[in-house]
């Protein structure tokens, strides 16, 4: 697992076998970890704050529900260094808060599914893969606002050089009666070579009329005028490369909120692209 193998020591509070309960009394001190979990129920407290760190190092399938209670806040980091097949499911309750952070760096699976069932309940998820070689990389959501005064927000960043393969699939769903839904979701995606693809797929289905609702994909190659300007100033073919998807993968990659978690993916991405 290379640079997060510290993630199963006692630099985070570990989870010992399938449930996590957050309650006051044991919210306050490090952030919690998972690491390779076959099932994991996660559930926080009314009014209580938490992070967890999934690292997924081994090619297994993984399932995970969290729920929220009203007023809960959970911010999970997901890393997949190993081909892994994960199906998500988060259920919150009114004014509570989950933000995701996923970061693939191999051949990987994920599935979120989000359910948002308390007026007033946050959702951000923020992912990132990075595919070289035949490696195949998906991403799906589907984030169900319930019922009124909820707010969504979901961006996926994808990079694929070699022959790899890289998905998105993307459903914001809207109730009949979930007015003044607020939900945004993009994906964008940069190509390294000719025999690379990505298909992206963001969709909306509204049943409301007060709502703002919008979506996004690109999907191209690199920016060549900005490498052409890189290399006037004495960087080589690659350092230019590098430093273009580095910039456009790290803008995903510093949302992190945990600041160690969050230098080692910047490694992370350096050292993959390197060997793209």
């Not at 009203?70 to 081909?83: Q, R």
């Given at each position: 697992?290379g ?34 979990p ?17 690292l ?31 199906e ?16 693939m ?46 707010r ?10 070699g ?6 699939r ?26 690379a ?65 969050r ?14």
């Amino acid at each position: 697992m290379g640079r997060f193998d510290w993630i199963g020591t006692e630099a985070f509070r570990q989870v010992d076998g399938r449930l996590l309960r957050v309650t006051r009394a044991c919210a306050a001190g490090l952030p919690f970890a998972a690491v390779d979990p076959d099932r994991l129920s996660v559930e926080v407290e009314a009014g209580v704050e938490a992070a967890l760190v999934v690292l997924h190092g081994s090619p297994d399938e993984t399932s995970i529900d969290v729920r929220l209670a009203e007023g809960a806040s959970l911010a999970l980091t997901e890393i997949f260094v190993s081909e892994a097949f994960v199906e998500c499911r988060i259920r919150q309750e009114a004014r509570s808060r989950c933000s995701v952070m996923t970061a693939m760096f191999s051949s990987a699976n994920v599935r979120y599914r989000t359910d948002l069932d308390g007026a007033e309940a946050e959702s951000e998820l923020d992912g990132v893969f990075v595919a070289g070689g035949d490696e195949h990389c998906v991403v799906e959501l589907r984030t169900a606002h319930n019922v009124p005064d909820c707010r969504s927000r979901s961006a996926v960043k994808g990079v694929a050089g070699g022959r790899a393969l890289g998905e998105f699939r993307g459903l914001v769903y809207v109730a009949p009666d979930a007015q003044r839904t607020d939900a945004r979701q993009q994906s964008r995606n940069v190509l390294l070579g000719a025999e690379a693809r990505i298909d992206t797929k963001p969709q909306l289905e509204i049943y409301a009329d007060d709502v703002k609702c919008t979506h996004g994909a690109t999907v191209g190659m690199m920016d060549n005028e900005a490498i052409l300007y890189m290399r006037q100033r004495g960087l080589s073919l690659q350092q230019a490369r590098s430093l273009q998807i580095e910039g456009f993968v790290d803008d995903i990659v510093l949302r992190c909120p945990l600041d160690a978690v969050r230098e080692a993916l910047v490694g992370t991405v350096a050292e993959k692209l390197e060997k793209m």
